[in-house]
């Protein structure tokens, strides 16, 4: 048990829906990033928050967004679903604000349809 | 830029069989290296990491040497089990950067 855990395990929705992803990091990790798994793009990094702010920017189309709260925790919104959405979708945790040692959850999968 | 990338999967092989997964890098900097591994709907898990040339990180009876001459970080094990079957992540992180740059992942299948 790497100590993230990410709600829900299961997300099946629609094209053109809008859904959010939760994320609660390691107890004491203040950074908390964010990956998009699928079968074509492996494994892409999408943001990074540390400490509540925003810290570093991948791959990550404009119709997501993320926020860190005061608690830590992390909510990844997408928006206007398409069908190439369809991921994995992990979050991990580490430390400080350098990327090491990353703590990965067990993702949550994004199903649209 | 930065850039991991991986032998091409997936791989399959007997129990007992000796492995090796491929990873070359290329980075601006210098980079420490990882293996992770993700087992069967699970998240990623650290494996084993490399922090400067010439060290070898090992785990489980993997092992990986951090070769700067050659730019490259081999998994390697000498004898391969069922439970190993999993997708391996070769990463890097340059010093002071914030994100991990994963390869493309292998695909490894052990047959009993």
């Known amino acids: 048990d790497s100590g993230v855990t990410q709600t829900p395990k299961h997300l099946i929705t629609a094209t053109g829906q809008r859904v959010t992803l939760r994320c609660s990091p390691r107890?004491?990790?203040?950074?908390v990033y964010w990956y998009q798994q699928s079968l074509d793009q492996g494994l892409q990094f999408l943001i990074q928050?540390?400490?509540?702010?925003?810290?570093a920017k991948g791959n990550i189309l404009e119709r997501f967004s993320a926020q860190q709260f005061p608690d830590l925790h992390s909510e990844l919104n997408l928006s206007s679903l398409e069908l190439g959405d369809s991921a994995l979708y992990f979050c991990?945790?580490?430390?400080?604000?350098?990327?090491?040692?990353?703590?990965f959850g067990n993702g949550t999968r994004l199903t649209v349809t | 830029g930065n850039s991991v990338t991986q032998m091409e999967g997936p791989v399959t092989l007997s129990e007992e069989a000796f492995l090796t997964i491929n990873c070359t890098y290329t980075?601006?900097?210098?980079?420490?290296l990882f293996w992770y591994v993700q087992y069967p709907g699970e998240g990623l898990q650290l494996l084993l990491k490399?922090?400067?040339?010439?060290d070898k990180g090992s785990n489980k009876g993997f092992e990986a040497t951090y070769r700067k001459e050659t730019t490259s970080f081999h998994l390697e094990k000498g004898s391969v089990q069922v439970s190993d079957s999993a997708v391996y992540f070769c990463?890097?992180?340059?010093?002071?950067?914030?994100?991990?740059?994963f390869g493309q992942g292998t695909r490894l299948t052990i047959n009993p």
């Open positions: 490399a922090t400067k040339a010439d």
């Open positions: 928050y540390y400490n509540g702010e925003e810290r």
């Open positions: 980075a601006t900097g210098y980079p420490s």
């Open positions: 991990a945790s580490s430390p400080g604000a350098t990327g090491s040692p990353l703590h």
């Open positions: 107890s004491g990790d203040l950074s």
């Open positions: 990463a890097l992180i340059i010093q002071g950067a914030q994100k991990l740059v």
